[in-house]
Structure formats: structure tokens, C-alpha cells
């Protein structure tokens, strides 16, 4: 029941309707009785308008996705040291008016692949894309086993600063970081040839993004035992994780990311666990409608 004591907390993005975190963070408050509600402000303003409503309005905590991951950087108190290393946040608490940023995107995406294959060879991996979410999985490789991780990114006008940004990365983390244009398919298929772990992280294979992120004919020749994830998580099978299925190599999708990474939102915001089996049980149901 709403009360006059009820807390808020939300997701900040455009577009947000689609979003699952609702049903995600309402079933936690109902599972650990909090009380505390979480809705969706698809919003367009201003990322000062944003921190100024979060404070106006005491909302105890936000979620942030497209476009408001790096934007928010400078309109909060504090940032969490792999916050300010990955260069995004995508959690907000509101401490008494001081709002504090973190980032759970990068240990949610491995926390899911340990859940999902605790055995899985990850030392040398390859990652799609450097936008906010793979800077984020980036960040907290190391945590996770990877000795090399091997960046592939468009070789636009971003190029530079992501460079500096994985230098910055693999010094702090003392990880071994390489970072090549996009286009550049010698180097592709040198990578790929060695590779335990091949993850998706761009917005290629999305409903509103459809296609593969690399050829299909590259996915069919990279060992058998190379685990391929997406962050995509809508579809559940992007054409990338279908094509590694049907050429017998383990495939992760992003959902369990996207379960993960709340719960350490969750738990940052409340102190409290989220207890994810229902979740996923309520996510596979809600695919199925
Ligand atoms: P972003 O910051 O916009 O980054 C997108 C990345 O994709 C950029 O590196 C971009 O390259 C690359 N890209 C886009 N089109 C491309 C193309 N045609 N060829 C090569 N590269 C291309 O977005 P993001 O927030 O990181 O999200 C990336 C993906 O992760 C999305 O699909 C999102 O849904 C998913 N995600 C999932 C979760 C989860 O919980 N499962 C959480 C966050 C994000 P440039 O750098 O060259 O522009």
C-alpha cells in the first residue's frame, strides 16, 4: 500500500516505457517488505533538471540509462572509484540530499556469467563495441579472470578518448587491454582465433537494431569452447547468440545482466539482498506473453 511514508525510486532514460527494471525492484521492496515503489519517468530534460528533481522531490534513488549514463557524471556528489574509471553511472542514492553514483552494469554482466557457466575460460576475451555498457564490463574484468581483453570499436571520432579511457583502465586494473578499429578484419580473426570468451556490446542484433555485430562465417570458425554473450536482452536470441547455438558454442544473453545489475542496485540502495530466482521466474514468464 502507498503510504505518506512510501519511498520512491525510478528509472531516468529515453526510451524507458519498455523497461523491466519495474518489475524487477517492485518484487524485491514487496519481497523484503519495504516500502518503497519504483516507476518509469521517460524523460528528455536537461541532466542538471534530472539531479535537481531527484533533490526537490527526495527521490531515494534512480536508475540511469540512455542517454543520462555519462551525462549525470558532473551533477552528482560522489562517484564510486569504478564510476569514475568507466566513465558511466547507472545508480543513484540519494543520502539525505547527497547523491551518490555508481556503476553495477560491468560486475552484473559477470556476476551472470559466473552464475550461468562458473567454469567458463574467460582469461582471454573479446569485447564488441566500447560504448557505456562495455566500458562498464571492462572495468570490472579483472575481478573476473580476464588477463586480455581485446576492444573493437568504430574508428570515429570517439576513437581517441576511448583509447586513452582503456589505458587508463589497464594500468589501474593492471589488465592487458588492445583496442583495434572495427573494420579491421586481420585483427578480428587473429583474436578470434584464441579467444575463450566473445561478448556483443554494441547495438547490433536489437529489435530496433537488427544484424550481427561480426560476420556470421567468423562466429562458425572461433573455438567450440568460446562462450558468446550479448548485453541484448530483447530479443532473448539476438541473431549473433542464434548463429553461435546452432555452431555448438555456449551462448549468454543480456537478461541476466540486467537481473544482476539490479540486485546491486537494489542492494546498494536498501542494504538489502534481492532474491533473484523469482525474478527470473517472472522475466521467462513475462517473455512468453
Ligand atoms: P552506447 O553507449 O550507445 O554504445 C553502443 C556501442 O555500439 C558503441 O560502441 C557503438 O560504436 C557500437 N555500435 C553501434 N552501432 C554500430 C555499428 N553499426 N557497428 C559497430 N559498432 C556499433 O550503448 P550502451 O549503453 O553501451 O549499450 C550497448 C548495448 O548493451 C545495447 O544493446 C544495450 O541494450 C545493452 N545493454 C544491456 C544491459 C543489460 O542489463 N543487459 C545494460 C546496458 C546496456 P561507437 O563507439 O563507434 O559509436
Not at 576513437?159 to 585483427?187: G, S
Request: aromatic share 6%; with cysteine; proline share 6%.
Amino acid at each position: 500500500m502507498i503510504t505518506g511514508e512510501t519511498l520512491l525510486y525510478g528509472l531516468v532514460a529515453h526510451p524507458a516505457h519498455h523497461s523491466l527494471s519495474p518489475l524487477i525492484h517492485n518484487m524485491g521492496f514487496d519481497q523484503q517488505a519495504i516500502n518503497a515503489r519504483y516507476v518509469v519517468f521517460d524523460s528528455q530534460s536537461q541532466p542538471a533538471a534530472v539531479s535537481q528533481a531527484i533533490n526537490t522531490l527526495g527521490i531515494a534513488g534512480i536508475n540511469l540509462s540512455m542517454p543520462y549514463k555519462q551525462t549525470m557524471r558532473p551533477f552528482v556528489d560522489m562517484l564510486s572509484p569504478s564510476a569514475q574509471l568507466s566513465g558511466a553511472i547507472n545508480t543513484i542514492k540519494n543520502d539525505n540530499g547527497r547523491l551518490i553514483g555508481i556503476n553495477t552494469d560491468g560486475d552484473g554482466f559477470w556476476r551472470a556469467l559466473q552464475q550461468a557457466s562458473p567454469m567458463q575460460n574467460r582469461a582471454q576475451t573479446v569485447i564488441l563495441g566500447a560504448g557505456g555498457a562495455a566500458l562498464a564490463v571492462i572495468e570490472a574484468a579483472a575481478s573476473y579472470g580476464v588477463q586480455t581483453l581485446t576492444v573493437f570499436k568504430r574508428a570515429n571520432q570517439t576513437y581517441p578518448q576511448v583509447a586513452k579511457r582503456l589505458a587508463k583502465i589497464a594500468t589501474t586494473r593492471h589488465i592487458t587491454i588492445n583496442l583495434y578499429p572495427f573494420d579491421d578484419e586481420v585483427a578480428l580473426q587473429q583474436t578470434l582465433a584464441t579467444t575463450d570468451c566473445l561478448i556483443n556490446a554494441t547495438n547490433l542484433g536489437m529489435q530496433a537494431t537488427p544484424g550481427f555485430p561480426i560476420a556470421p562465417r567468423l562466429i562458425a570458425q572461433i573455438p567450440s569452447a568460446c562462450l558468446c554473450a550479448d548485453l541484448i536482452y530483447a530479443p532473448r536470441e539476438t541473431a549473433f547468440l542464434k548463429t553461435a547455438r546452432l555452431t555448438n558454442h555456449p551462448t549468454l544473453n543480456g537478461l541476466g545482466m540486467l537481473v544482476e545489475q539490479a540486485a546491486l542496485s537494489f542492494e546498494f540502495w536498501t542494504g538489502k539482498t534481492l532474491v533473484t530466482a523469482p525474478i527470473y521466474a517472472a522475466l521467462t514468464e513475462e517473455n512468453k506473453q
